[in-house]
C-alpha cells in the first residue's frame, strides 16, 4: 500500500490535469460556437439588408424612368406609366418578403431607417401616379429618396460595425460640347 500512497499524488496530478485540460477545451469551444453563430447571424443580417435595399432600389429606378417619360427625370430611358405598371407591381411585390426578413433579422435602428426609406418611394410611386409635371416637387421628393437612402445605409454600416462608406450620390462630368 505504501507504493499506492507514494503514487497518489502523481494520480491526482494527473486526473487534475485531465479535467482541467477538458475545462479548457470545452469553454474554448463555447467560444468559438458563439463566435461561429455571431457571424452566421451577422452574415444573414447583411443578406436581408442587401435583398431590402436591392428591392427597393428596383422601385426607385423604375420611378426614375417614369418621371422621365412625364418631363420630371432626365433619366436616358423613359419608360410610360402603361409599360411600367407590371414591372411597378412586380417590384412591389418584391418588397414585401424582403421587409418581412429585415423586421426578423435587422436592428431597430435599420428598421426604422429602412421604413423612411420605403415611405419616401411610396411617395415618389403616388406622385407619378397622379401623372404629375413639376420638376421641382420631383426634385425635392428624389433628394429626400436619396436622404433616406443614406441613413439606411449608414443604420446598416453601424449595425454591422463596418467604416463609412459612400453616399452614393454621383457627380457626373458636364457633357462636353463639340
Known amino acids: 500500500m505504501s507504493a499506492f500512497i507514494q503514487q ?7 486526473v487534475i490535469g485531465a479535467l482541467g485540460s477538458y475545462l479548457a477545451i470545452t ?7 458563439r463566435r461561429e453563430q455571431a457571424a452566421r447571424w451577422e452574415e444573414r443580417r447583411l443578406t436581408a439588408y442587401a435583398d431590402y435595399a436591392r428591392s427597393l432600389k428596383k422601385s426607385v429606378t423604375l420611378t426614375y424612368r417614369v418621371a422621365a417619360h412625364l418631363g420630371n427625370d432626365p433619366h436616358p430611358h423613359p419608360l410610360s406609366p402603361e409599360e411600367a405598371e407590371p414591372h411597378m407591381a412586380e417590384a412591389a411585390e418584391a418588397r414585401d418578403p424582403a421587409g418581412e426578413a429585415l423586421l426578423m433579422l435587422g436592428s431597430p435602428d435599420v428598421v426604422e431607417r429602412a421604413r423612411e426609406w420605403v415611405v419616401a418611394v411610396i411617395e415618389m410611386e403616388g406622385f407619378l401616379r397622379d401623372r404629375t409635371h413639376s420638376p421641382d416637387t420631383w426634385s425635392a421628393l428624389l433628394q429626400r429618396q436619396r436622404t433616406a437612402r443614406e441613413r439606411y445605409y449608414a443604420a446598416v454600416r453601424s449595425d454591422l460595425a463596418l467604416p463609412p462608406g459612400h453616399s452614393g450620390q454621383w457627380r457626373l462630368a458636364a457633357p462636353r460640347t463639340p
Not at 8 to 14: E, M, S, Y
Open 27 to 33: 469553454r474554448g469551444d463555447q467560444a468559438r460556437f
Open 8 to 14: 497518489l499524488p502523481a494520480l491526482i496530478g494527473v
